[in-house]
């Protein structure tokens, strides 16, 4: 048939013009569980219930927290260090040397595993944690000076026990401290006695406000995080309110409307007619007056109709479904109106990347609506077809029929007519979208009519011509 080869051909030469492009979109890369820890850092944890902030917890969100487990690691190891080369200065050759040596090496070695056990106090970390205080005050009973290497014992306490038991380790360690500085000095020094409290009382809290300065900042951040999404939320409810009262308010406005007009003035039709039949006989010149005057309101209820339906979206894509359900539903229904005389079949090519904007939908509905409206008045034709083609950049709706068709050059001349506004209406639609409109006919070989509507916004062409 003439419709079927027609859509073909365009559809063909389409296809070599334009290659769909199926874009994967490259999965987002997965966060995962979050990093393994690594050196002495610490692995992240959440905060204890009813103790110190965990360090593990501030790592992410706290630079300082960070800088200040680093530094206590390598001040353990450097005191640590300091202190064996001090015994073995002082004590070379005494039977407990290889004792001491191993002390510290496994001193050492414990410490490096606690990283892996986390900050959370779960039975392995609690168990770590008294073997490494062990083994400590094992070495600072065989030699006192290793006692200093409390100060990054008393944080490992303070971030993994709760705060009671952290302290109770505080004074413990304290006290064995205290006990060793007197025992290196062979005799009661009140320095040596006070300074290490109040060395251990200022490193206690200085960690411990530390921790929960980076506490309150993190409750902070998340308050402020739940704030905007409250803020986003309610402009949300706000924006859906004002939508929902702009409905209403439109829908009181076109009521009110078409009660005053379009109501008003086929009561006024019905009157008239009425009277009209009942005056038929006795005094026709009036009764013919009564329909001319009806024949008026009728006229100005047609240009209100019209106004209406300029300003309305489409009652098909108020029905949902989208474009393609609407150009289905408008085929069947001229078809069924045809009754036999017509058939309009509807195609759809491609698929969007993106739902198309309501005014481009309602645009194209809206010509081929015009375009079936001329076919049925002026084409004469027996079949008729619309193609919708999703382009990467474009889409393009296709109105096709066998009808008698006509010379493009020469519509122009056509449309000045009081009847003819279908194509001067589409171009019209066209061009406040930025689309362009092609017309293919020759007398004899039918008519297709070709709209494209670009997908990006563009500045509206200034004319359009039909290729002659």
């Avoid at 505080?170 to 062979?186: I, S």
């Avoid at 491609?350 to 739902?355: R, S």
Wanted: proline share 6%; hydrophobic share 45%.
């Amino acid at each position: 048939m003439a419709v079927s080869v027609q859509v073909s051909r365009i559809a063909g030469a389409r296809s070599e013009r334009y290659e769909v492009k199926h874009r994967t979109t490259p999965s987002a890369p997965g966060t995962g569980a979050g990093r393994a820890a690594g050196g002495f850092g610490g692995t992240g944890a959440a905060r204890p219930r009813g103790g110190f902030p965990a360090v593990g917890a501030a790592r992410g969100d706290d630079p300082d927290a960070r800088w200040l487990t680093l530094l206590m690691h390598a001040a353990f190891f450097l005191l640590l260090g300091a202190s064996l080369t001090r015994f073995l200065l002082r004590h070379p050759g005494e039977a407990r040397t290889p004792w001491i040596i191993a002390l510290s090496v496994a001193l050492a070695v414990l410490y490096v595993l606690g990283p892996v056990l986390g900050s959370r106090p779960t039975p392995r970390s609690l168990l770590w944690l008294g073997v490494l205080v062990a083994v400590w005050m094992v070495v600072v009973v065989l030699a006192p000076s290793f006692a200093w290497c409390a100060v990054p014992l008393f944080f490992t306490g303070l971030r993994i026990l709760p705060p009671r038991a952290a302290l109770a380790l505080v004074a413990l360690l304290t006290l064995f401290v205290v006990a060793a500085q007197l025992r290196l000095a062979r005799g009661f020094d009140p320095n040596l006695a006070l300074a290490p409290p109040a060395v251990a009382a200022i490193a206690t809290a200085v960690f411990v406000h530390m921790r929960r300065q980076a506490e309150r900042q993190r409750e902070l951040s998340e308050r402020q995080r739940q704030l905007i999404d409250d803020l986003l939320r309610t402009r949300r409810e706000l924006a859906a309110t004002e939508r929902r009262e702009g409905t209403l308010a439109e829908r009181q406005r076109l009521s009110m409307e078409i009660h005053d007009t379009l109501a008003q003035g086929l009561s006024s039709q019905q009157m008239l007619l009425q009277a009209a039949d009942r005056t038929w006989d006795a005094d026709p010149v009036t009764a013919r007056r009564h329909v001319r005057t009806a024949t008026g309101i009728a006229e100005r209820n047609l240009a209100e109709a019209r106004r209406f339906v300029h300003d309305l979206a489409p009652a098909d894509l108020a029905e949902g479904g989208g474009l393609e359900a609407a150009l289905h539903a408008l085929a069947a229904r001229e078809t069924a109106q045809g009754q036999g005389r017509l058939t309009v079949r509807c195609h759809v090519e491609g698929e969007g990347h993106a739902p198309l904007p309501a005014r481009t939908q309602s645009a194209l509905l809206r010509i081929a609506q015009g375009a079936l409206a001329n076919v049925k008045e002026h084409a004469h034709a027996t079949e008729a077809a619309l193609t919708l083609t999703h382009l990467d950049d474009r889409v393009v709706l296709d109105i096709a029929d066998n009808g008698r068709g006509f010379t493009p050059a020469g519509s122009t001349r056509a449309t000045g007519s009081v009847r003819g506004h279908g194509l001067p209406a589409i171009r019209a639609r066209l061009s406040q979208l930025g689309g362009t409109l092609t017309i293919e006919s020759a007398p004899g070989e039918g008519t297709v009519l070709s709209a494209a509507v670009p997908l990006t916004p563009a500045t509206p062409p200034a004319a359009t011509k039909d290729p002659g």
